[in-house]
T-cell receptor, first 112, second 115 residues
């Protein structure tokens, strides 16, 4: 499984934007970039995913570098509820591995 | 559309007993995944099932653990003769298909405590 590298922790202030980086220099052409988060004492929660183009949904935006070796999850206005561990995961395309391989993720702290 | 349901949410077992964890996937999802999170550790994949088939069990411990996803009813993760090291949160996820283009939706988990 291709690996990703994320900072161990980041801090943000409430109502400010947050940019969570992820490096995946060994990504293959068919790997999708997925982001999940896990709030304390809860199950993981899907956030967003993309292949090549930038993606937006109601939770966040995903900016993917042109060479696809890195990506950034953008929370436009952090709230206290966004405090969680964020995982950047590569998931194979057709015929690829179905399982999610979780690393250590980035622990996001949101200050009031 | 109800999300992924897991029960029980909390389960306490004595060493040597059996633990049965149930997972009902989201409506329309035929792919189920089980993950385990040991205390203070990350999430680890255990097994991937489709209806009546185990597709990938590369993360399952070799002994005492089994999983099934019958044609009717929920997926079951079964742990026989539990030991203290089995104490963990067990999460189930489901997806409509298997490719990387689709996300997995997780349940709230079952927290197993072995005394």
């Amino acid at each position: 499984d291709a690996k990703t590298t994320q900072p161990n922790s980041m801090e943000s202030n409430e109502e400010e934007p947050v940019h969570l980086p992820c490096n995946h220099s060994t990504i293959s052409g068919t790997d999708y970039i997925h982001w999940y988060r896990q709030l304390p004492s809860q199950g993981p929660e899907y956030v967003i995913h993309g292949l090549t183009s930038n993606v937006n949904n109601r939770m966040a935006s995903l900016a993917i570098a042109e060479d696809r070796k890195s990506s950034t999850l953008i929370l436009h206005r952090a709230t206290l509820r966004d405090a969680a561990v964020y995982y950047c995961i590569l998931k194979g395309g057709q015929g690829g591995s179905e399982k999610l391989v979780f690393g250590k993720g980035t622990k996001l702290t949101v200050n009031p | 559309n109800a999300g992924v349901m897991q029960n029980p949410r909390h389960l306490v077992r004595r060493r040597g007993q059996e633990a049965r964890l149930r997972c009902s996937p989201m409506k329309g999802h035929s792919h189920v995944y089980w993950y385990r999170q040991l205390p203070e550790e990350g999430l680890k994949f255990m097994v991937y099932l489709q209806k009546e088939n185990i597709i990938d069990e590369s993360g399952m411990p070799k002994e005492r653990f089994s999983a099934e996803f019958p044609k009717e009813g929920p997926s079951i993760l079964r742990i026989q003769q539990v030991v203290r090291g089995d104490s963990a949160a067990y999460f189930c996820a489901s997806s409509p298909t298997r490719t990387g283009a689709y996300e997995q939706y997780f349940g709230p988990g079952t927290r197993l405590t072995v005394t």
